[in-house]
């Protein structure tokens, strides 16, 4: 079992920034990388950001591209995503998860498939 627990959601306006963390434990070594989701109201959870323990290559969605950055402190089992530029489509909810299944591609870190391990969410409120 990996236990996720986001923070750092809230209320912002466009153009600012903000940044949401979260903390694994449990047998995290049993993951390959962590990733980003949301869903905004109405709208199917999709693909943000993701990140590999080991080696720390990243992959992004192209909404998001040279605004959010993925990291990971491996000694704290913590994966941050650093959102500049924000918009008010990113209005969502924030959910990180674990990635239990390899990727034969990097594409295919977007499939919510591969990952066994879901937070709570936090929500992420960018005003015009």
């Known amino acids: 079992q990996v236990q996720l627990v986001e923070t750092g959601g809230g209320l912002v306006q466009a153009g600012d920034s903000l940044g949401l963390s979260c903390a694994a434990s449990?047998?995290?070594?049993?993951?390959?990388?962590m990733g980003w989701f949301r869903q905004a109201p109405g709208k199917e959870r999709e693909f943000v950001a993701q990140?590999?323990?080991?080696?720390?290559?990243?992959y992004y969605a192209n909404s998001v591209k040279g605004r959010f950055t993925i990291s990971r402190d491996n000694a704290k089992n913590t994966v941050y995503l650093q959102m500049n530029s924000l918009k008010p489509e990113d209005t969502a909810v924030y959910y990180c998860?674990?990635?239990?299944?390899?990727?034969?591609?990097?594409?295919?870190?977007?499939?919510?498939?591969?990952?066994?391990?879901w937070g709570q969410g936090t929500q992420v409120t960018v005003s015009s």
């Open positions: 998860a674990a990635q239990t299944r390899p990727r034969a591609t990097p594409i295919q870190v977007m499939d919510a498939a591969l990952y066994g391990y």
């Open positions: 990140i590999m323990w080991i080696g720390g290559s990243t």
């Open positions: 449990g047998r995290t070594v049993s993951t390959y990388g």
